[in-house]
């Protein structure tokens, strides 16, 4: 699965917007939207707090193990 996938996954399992990742993440909206594009990918540390936000928020383990490949 594509890392853009995965984001769009992970939000749709939580019912929640773009935005609202974005501040859970404390990032910018068009960090999530160009992540979620596929036009640039997260820095190590953004993975680092996804991969926690998603085990916090008990997203699918499928899609965890796949981030912690990452």
């Not at 853009?4 to 929640?16: A, D, H, T, V």
């Not at 990032?27 to 036009?39: A, L, Q």
């Amino acid at each position: 699965m594509k890392f853009e996938e995965m984001i769009k996954e992970i939000r749709e399992q939580l019912q929640i917007t773009q935005e609202q990742l974005a501040r859970e993440l404390n990032i910018s909206f068009s960090t999530i939207s160009r992540w979620e594009n596929g036009h640039t990918v997260p820095s190590k540390l953004a993975k680092i707090c996804l991969l926690e936000f998603c085990k916090n928020k008990d997203v699918d383990t499928a899609i965890i193990s796949e981030l912690e490949k990452l």
